[in-house]
């Protein structure tokens, strides 16, 4: 059994003598690292399939599609209705200043880090806004952002959203 044992010690991470109790204690005087608890999911996709928003970000849209290769798939967002309807307020309608500062503050508790989007539209897309956005960013310390989503130009010839008028008018 020594022999057996010999081959799995690797400097006590697989040790049979450990002093638990000292290790409680210092867990209930200093906390522990978060580091393999805290995920932030899901992704587009994945939220789409288990009927969710994605990550901790704004909606996209309160509606869109998504596609793949069945075709256009309408999204909703979760349990919209006439009531939640100004829950959901669409990232590209926020002030992206906004999500920076949210992902600064909670950045603390995340240990690997975190995808913040930034979501801008045609008529604020300009080189002094981007800066402003980059620059707080970097001040207050976020460790990375990820996507510099755009609206395209065609999101302009959407049809009108008629989606909270009146049953009687739809």
Do not use: H
């Not at 981007?130 to 065609?154: C, F, H, V």
């Amino acid at each position: 059994m020594k022999k057996q044992k010999k081959l799995v010690d690797r400097g006590g991470l697989f040790g049979y003598m450990y002093d638990w109790e000292s290790l409680r204690e210092k867990v209930k005087n200093n906390g522990m690292r978060n580091g393999y608890l805290m995920a932030i999911a899901p992704t587009s996709s994945i939220s789409i399939l288990v009927g969710t928003t994605q990550t901790i970000e704004p909606v996209y849209k309160r509606k869109w599609f998504e596609e793949n290769l069945s075709g256009m798939i309408p999204v909703v967002a979760p349990n919209l209705n006439p009531n939640t309807w100004t829950f959901y307020t669409p990232a590209y309608e926020l002030d992206q200043r906004i999500l920076v500062k949210a992902g600064a503050i909670r950045q603390k508790w995340i240990d690997q880090g975190q995808s913040l989007n930034i979501f801008i539209t045609l008529d604020k897309a300009s080189g002094k806004y981007l800066n402003d956005i980059y620059m707080l960013a970097w001040k207050l310390g976020i460790k990375s952002t990820y996507y510099l989503r755009s609206q395209s130009p065609e999101n302009k010839l959407e049809a009108i959203d008629r989606s909270i008028e009146c049953e009687g008018c739809q």
